[in-house]
């Protein structure tokens, strides 16, 4: 029940205990009635008035909390209508970002599946001998024609015994070639990273017998006098398997370099090419050098023919000179003798003297 409710109905039942008071002290007439009841009814009459002026200011402490309860809700009306406004917002800007993300994490999925599949299919190469051996020799094709011009180098070209390496590389100005051959003995170091303490010792004596048998039919096939350049390059596609036989096998590498033959790795067959590229710059420096020396001798016999044709023509100007001045001087005379005849001195003197012949 309401406040407002409350109020009322205790007005209303001041009111109707007032007029029953009223109904009686009438009956029993009024002036005869006890003091006592008329004091009363005055009592009650003005808690009646005084419940009246209550109910006034209720009514009117009601309508002004009223008010200020539908301020309050407005406010708080267009503060929640705001703040889910921008949550709204927030929300779909952070969905919009969730959905980018899962695109970027669906396109690096899709890129890992297909990283998987190389994968998959790398591990199908190397698993066999001749598709391995077939990618260790592009991986030195590859590296090999992005150095060297094409006209250097030559693959599985034939030697003068039959045999055929993977690689010839004919520097200018020598006969001899040098040989690389691809090698790719996988297996034994398989065996070698996953054999236990009582396996170790086998595994590493097949990787023994695998690589030297490798490094003796390179040096036994492509090792010919006059023909190929000593030593002799043996190709290991595998940064980590040339690693694996440094660390667990020294000695081969030692063995390998006794018999002409150097074991190299990826990054060390690229920097064997550099120098080999750096070899050709400086021969054809040299070869530059030659034919700048010979033009700039046929220079230097062209100015000392040009310093005689110099000499001979000062010579024809120096003779021309004299001829000159002879004539200047001949003509002078004529000319003082032309004089003196004009002036009748015909009878020449004995000082005169005689114009000489050839002057």
């Keep these: 029940m309401s406040v407002n409710a ?29 003091p ?36 309050r809700i407005d406010a708080l009306d267009a503060r929640l209508g705001t703040s889910l406004k921008e949550t709204a917002e927030k929300t779909a800007e952070t969905l919009g970002g969730i959905q980018t993300r899962l695109s970027v994490i669906d396109a690096a999925q899709k890129n890992i599946t297909d990283l998987s599949g190389q994968v998959v299919s790398l591990q199908e190469i190397l698993a066999n001998k001749q598709a391995r051996g077939a990618f260790g020799q592009q991986q030195m094709e590859s590296i090999v024609a992005d150095a060297l011009p094409s006209g250097l180098y030559e693959f599985q070209a034939q030697l003068s015994n039959g045999s055929r390496p993977d690689c010839v590389i004919r520097l200018p100005g020598t006969k001899t070639a040098i040989v690389i051959d691809s090698k790719f003995p996988l297996e034994s170091f398989a065996w070698l990273r996953s054999a236990g303490d009582g396996e170790r010792k086998a595994a590493l004596a097949r990787v023994r017998a695998d690589v030297i048998k490798h490094v003796k039919d390179i040096a036994g096939k492509y090792l010919l006098p006059g023909e190929t350049q000593a030593p002799a390059i043996m190709f290991v596609p595998s940064e980590s398997i040339y690693a694996d036989l440094h660390e667990f096998c020294p000695e081969i590498i030692r063995e390998a370099q006794k018999a002409q033959v150097v074991i190299v790795s990826p990054n060390i067959l690229m920097l064997a090419i550099l120098t080999v590229q750096t070899v050709m710059k400086d021969a054809r420096m040299r ?3 030659n034919l700048i020396q010979k033009e700039v001798g046929a220079l230097l016999n062209d100015v000392r023919l040009l310093g005689d044709r110099v000499g001979k023509l000062q010579s024809h100007f120096g003779q021309a000179d004299a001829d000159i001045k002879n004539i200047l001087i001949s003509t002078g005379k004529i000319t003082s003798r032309a004089e003196k005849i004009e002036k009748v001195e015909l009878s020449p003197s004995a000082d005169t003297p005689q114009i000489a012949a050839g002057e």
């Design 6 to 34: 409350i109020l009322l109905a205790v007005a209303f039942l001041a009111g109707g205990l007032v007029a029953a008071l009223w109904l009686v002290l009438t009956k029993t007439g009024g002036k005869d009635a006890a």
């Design 287 to 289: 070869e530059q050098a």
């Design 36 to 71: 006592g009841l008329q004091s009363s009814l005055d009592a009650l009459a003005a808690t009646q008035n005084e419940i009246a002026g209550r109910f006034t200011q209720a009514l009117a402490g009601q309508t002004e909390l009223q008010t200020l309860l539908q301020s």
